[in-house]
């Protein structure tokens, strides 16, 4: 069982950046694609980035686009998020994920075997 922790959360200004990381255990993170889902206060957990096992390949929610990036490093066995631009919308609890080697979906979380215990986003107005 693969065991994800995310870190890099906290209470950020509107406009402002932050950058979360989360780090596998195991042998298999170069294996499989990875991604970020959010959650907010008394919303579903929702798609934010994907990325494929080599990071050739990048995937993006309509509302982030162009201000977050998603990036990994195989030796690492380390997925990050970075988070531009930042709005009071972008609020939530983000968790990292490990999709199953089967899944096609990037952005439906039950695609998603693993989950790491989330970190707070807060971005204040």
């Known amino acids: 069982q693969v065991q994800l922790v995310e870190s890099g959360g906290g209470l950020v200004q509107a406009g402002g950046s932050l950058r979360l990381s989360c780090v596998a255990s195991?042998?298999?993170?170069?294996?499989?694609?990875m991604g970020w889902f959010r959650q907010a206060p008394g919303k579903e957990r929702e798609f934010v980035a994907a990325?494929?096992?080599?990071?050739?390949?990048?995937y993006y929610s309509d509302s982030v686009k162009g201000r977050f990036t998603i990036s990994r490093d195989n030796a690492k066995n380390t997925v990050y998020l970075q988070m531009n631009s930042l709005k009071p919308e972008d609020t939530a609890v983000y968790y990292c994920?490990?999709?199953?080697?089967?899944?096609?979906?990037?952005?439906?979380?039950?695609?998603?075997?693993?989950w790491g215990q989330g970190t707070q986003v807060t971005v204040s107005s």
């Open positions: 994920a490990r999709r199953r080697s089967q899944a096609s979906d990037v952005d439906n979380q039950w695609s998603y075997d693993s």
């Open positions: 195991g042998r298999t993170f170069s294996m499989h694609v």
């Open positions: 990325i494929s096992w080599n990071g050739g390949n990048t």
